[in-house]
């Protein structure tokens, strides 16, 4: 995460701030940028928040005051803003969620898992994209980071409240459902599966076709953490095995 001084306070680009977090404009590094934003109204001092992202990743609407405008997302790292939580809070942020994708961080969610595991029934799922390698080779590390970013959102909107999305690393995900049998897990193992083959990332006026492999495994029984990974990887590994875009329950 970028760390700057400007004048006596430690600020942050805002390209760095997620959706709906508060911050206070300490300084603006682009003349043009500037003049523009000081015609409606922002200055130093003034309040600023990210409340709208186009699905591209591209374009993002800011809240400056009672003000909104769009911005290009390149402009924002131009922004430099001071975070109205301390900076530990902000900091403690940043290590939960995944900046990617949004999700949680494997480093944050492996001791909630484990304190999750005595609060049976639940499921722990296991999300890989099919040949992930493929966007990277052929179109670029940014049409992979573009594919992470709309199948992380594709997963999110097709859980629940209570349920934990994570970015595991590189490509895979792990789902953590509370209070849900392995049968309600399959059907939304499945619908997430069914939900990321109908979605199309566009990237540079090109439609990429995503599927996404899944193993499931539940509780109870209850298993050690390493155990409930271990029995859910070889399920996904028999979806990946018998041809990708599957779900496949792991044996008891």
């Not at 199948?151 to 409240?161: E, M, S, Y």
Request: glycine residues 6%; charged residues 25%.
């Amino acid at each position: 995460m970028s760390i700057r001084k400007c004048q006596k306070f430690t600020v942050y680009p805002l390209s760095n701030f997620p959706l709906g977090e508060l911050a206070e404009v300490i300084c603006i590094f682009s003349f043009d940028l500037s003049l523009r934003l000081k015609s409606i109204g922002v200055q130093e001092g003034t309040l600023v928040e990210i409340i709208h992202q186009d699905p591209s990743g591209d374009r993002v609407v800011v809240r400056f005051n009672e003000s909104r405008v769009a911005l290009d997302k390149a402009f924002l790292k131009h922004i430099l803003v001071r975070p109205l939580k301390t900076s530990y809070e902000m900091l403690r942020d940043f290590a939960r969620v995944d900046q990617l994708t949004g999700l949680l961080t494997r480093q944050f969610a492996e001791n909630l898992l484990k304190k999750e595991l005595a609060n049976p029934p639940y499921c722990l799922v296991l999300a890989d994209i099919d040949d992930f390698k493929r966007f990277n080779d052929t179109f670029g590390h940014q049409a992979g980071d573009k594919v992470l970013k709309d199948i992380a959102q594709v997963i999110k909107r097709n859980l629940r409240k209570t349920d934990l999305a994570v970015r595991w690393g590189g490509e895979e995900f792990v789902l953590f459902l509370k209070n849900t049998t392995v049968e309600i897990g399959q059907l939304i193992a499945e619908r997430i599966r069914r939900a990321v083959a109908d979605h199309i990332v566009w990237w540079q006026g090109q439609t990429l076709g995503v599927t996404l492999s899944l193993g499931v495994c539940g509780a109870p029984p209850v298993r050690p953490l390493e155990l409930l990974f271990e029995m859910t990887d070889k399920a996904l590994y028999q979806a990946k095995k018998s041809g990708k875009n599957l779900v496949f329950l792991c044996e008891e």
